[in-house]
């Protein structure tokens, strides 16, 4: 008798992973895979490099970047839309972090055709709040709570040549901006995240497949199209400058756009 | 031969018990190579994370915090005969540099180390001025100024707290010792064989396990009761300077101190992370991140200190140039030298420094000063123990 409850629970164990083969097959789903990439002018990043020639005519220079996106989101060809947000809902891309560079979703995804994929900018005033992350390097991007807190969208970090032929850093962070008052006083906060939608990204997600997606972010277009950003004109930081940061987060959408595969 | 139905049962569950076994123990972790000894039962040592610090701790997996392992660990640190010498004039501790006072640093007012200028046993200065213990378990990004020791490092007697014990012994400008003299002085010497018994289950004393024991005890020195921190979980009001000082501190036009330094978001007081901040335009120093790195992008570049006790860590910046606070902030309101290396967070280097008035200077520093924590600075699990071994 002893010998059958032992069969009987070896049994149990592997019926386990039997159902849920069956549970798949009753819903068909698939995985994705995101690759964060980063380009300029078509080409694959060269970081610390004085070679890049904006649209405003600024040579310049990129040393890091750092940028949250949030709350992607696929929406069905034929209606309806699924949030990722299973494990986590906001995914941190750094430059100088390669393993920041892949996420592994972790939501298994509906099988089927999807008409495009979309995503939060930065993070939604709704999701920004501070302290949620204590945790480096997440915890590195928060934004004072004088200047409207939560966490900087994105510092992108780089050298430009200016109008005197000096090399002057400039920091290109994106945030909560404030409105201020005719005093120069904090009067209010404004959320400058953003909605992206990806170009092209219509795909199909069959039934136990894993895709890759390319996210790839075209930085010169921060500077260009429909504001040329002209860096003798912002000049170096901009995190009190909500004129600024509104005109960068314009430009913002269409700098992402998506590939697939690898 | 016939087998009847019950052997055929329990040949067949034994089979499965042994696939099932196969199956799950390769799974299991490797056994460690050196065996955890019989009855040697030390105590879990639990880290209290305060409000708004990282979970995530630099603890090595080879050297959990235990009780037995910290009480080792702050005899060793306070005794000078981990120099592996004897004789009164010659004796040298971890604590003979690191003061608790001056956040375990050597601080401006040391009685031998004239302007905070330490040197090793034979007079020879060290490389760098001193760097304070505060705060390390959750230091992930590398040790001493240019971060040479660090997780990662394919060299393995170069990653972490342990480490540096034994660099401090052998270090010509610092003890000048030889890891065999300190490992028999301390094996020789009465109650830290039981000691070491007790903190790793065996008499023998080893650098390694020295170093273990050391590292335990560092990595409970947290700082994180200073007038800020009371200020953030709002038992305490800053003052009018002091909350002027930190708004210059936390913006990109005033001081532009937090993307370095931290603030309430990063109540570390620092990234751990390196940047050229504008001293100089020449770079000669064989022990820059550069030297680390290979980057020529690195040269010049530093660890960002912790600011937390900073007006106790003097003299400042890597070289100790700066022998107070005051001169620091003038620096950077003023003092900036552009290099190509200039790290892009340093943005007012066009206008030579942020540009503070003399109102802005007092307030920042004013402000600066609220990270001073008494209570680490005196708290008595953190000094020298009453009776030495």
């Known amino acids: ?262 | 031969m016939r087998l009847d139905s019950d052997k055929i049962l329990k040949i067949a569950s034994l089979a499965a018990l042994a696939l099932v076994v196969v199956l799950f123990g390769s799974c299991s972790k490797d056994n460690d190579p050196e065996p955890i000894p019989a009855g040697y039962k030390p105590t879990p040592y639990t880290i209290e994370i305060p409000f708004g610090f990282p979970t995530k701790l630099n603890i090595p997996e080879d050297n959990p915090m235990t009780v037995e392992g910290i009480e080792l660990g702050r005899y060793l640190f306070y005794d000078g005969r981990i120099s592996g010498r004897t004789h009164p004039d010659s004796l040298m501790s971890c604590a003979t540099c690191h003061i608790q006072e001056n956040s375990f640093e050597c601080g401006i007012n040391h009685p031998v180390y004239q302007g905070g200028f330490t040197h090793g046993i034979t007079g020879i200065p060290t490389p760098h001025v001193m760097l304070p213990l505060v705060n390390l378990i959750w230091n992930h990004s590398g040790f001493l100024w240019n971060g040479k020791i660090y997780p990662e490092n394919p060299e393995a007697h170069f990653r972490n707290i342990e480490d540096l014990v034994w660099m401090g012994i052998v270090a010509p400008h610092e003890m000048n010792s030889d890891t065999n003299r300190a490992k028999a002085l301390i094996q020789s010497t009465p109650g830290y064989p039981e000691l070491f018994e007790k903190a790793f289950g065996t008499p023998v004393v080893t650098v390694d396990r020295m170093g273990k024991a050391i590292a335990q005890f560092i990595r409970t020195f947290i700082s994180a009761n200073s007038k800020f921190d009371r200020y953030m979980r709002g038992e305490v009001q800053l003052t009018a300077s002091e909350l002027s000082g930190y708004v210059l501190f936390t913006t990109e036009e005033g001081a532009d101190c937090f993307h370095c330094h931290g603030a309430a978001g990063n109540p570390l007081f620092t990234t751990h992370l390196y940047y050229n901040n504008g001293k100089d335009s020449i770079f000669n120093d064989p022990r820059d991140r550069y030297a680390v790195t290979g980057d020529p992008n690195d040269k010049g570049a530093y660890k960002a200190t912790t600011l937390r006790n900073i007006e106790l860590t003097g003299p400042y910046m890597h070289d100790g140039r700066f022998a107070t606070l005051e001169d620091v902030v003038e620096f950077y309101s003023h003092g900036l030298v552009w290099s190509p290396q200039i790290d892009p967070l340093m943005h007012h280097i066009a206008n030579g420094g942020t540009q503070l008035t003399a109102q802005e200077k007092a307030n920042l520093i004013a402000f600066i000063k609220t990270l001073r924590d008494d209570e680490f600075l005196s708290n008595p699990a953190f000094s020298k123990p009453e009776k030495m071994p």
Not at chain 1, 161 to 180: A, T, Y
């Open chain 1, 1 to 262: 008798m002893k010998y059958l409850l032992i069969i009987l629970f070896i049994a149990l164990l592997f019926a386990s992973c039997k159902k849920e083969e069956e549970k798949t097959a009753a819903n068909p789903e698939g995985k994705i895979v995101f690759h964060f990439l980063h380009q300029v002018d078509g080409q694959d990043l060269d970081i610390d490099t004085m070679k890049y020639v904006n649209a405003a005519g600024n040579h310049y220079l990129i040393n890091e970047i750092q940028y949250f996106i949030s709350d992607v989101t696929l929406h069905l060809a034929g209606g309806g839309s699924i949030l990722i947000d299973e494990w986590k809902d906001i995914h941190y891309v750094d430059t100088d972090i390669p393993s920041t560079h892949t996420w592994e979703v972790y939501d298994a995804i509906q099988a089927g055709s999807y008409e495009y994929i979309s995503f939060t900018f930065g993070i939604s005033e709704e999701k920004n709040h501070s302290f949620m992350y204590v945790n480096p390097p997440e915890s590195f991007m928060f934004w004072p709570e004088y200047l409207g807190g939560g966490y900087h969208y994105m510092k992108l970090n780089g050298k430009w040549l200016n109008e005197d032929l000096f090399i002057e850093p400039f920091d290109f962070h994106l945030g909560i901006g404030q409105i201020l008052d005719t005093a120069g006083q904090i009067t209010g906060f404004v959320h400058n995240d953003f909605e992206v939608v990806l170009p092209g990204s219509a795909f199909t997600l069959q039934s136990g497949e894993t895709i890759d997606i390319d996210i790839i972010m075209n930085i010169e277009n921060w500077f260009q199209d429909p504001n040329l950003y002209d860096h003798n004109i912002w000049g170096g930081y901009i995190m009190q400058n909500q004129e600024a940061m509104h005109v960068a987060c314009e430009n913002g959408w269409n700098v992402f756009e998506v590939g697939y595969g690898l």
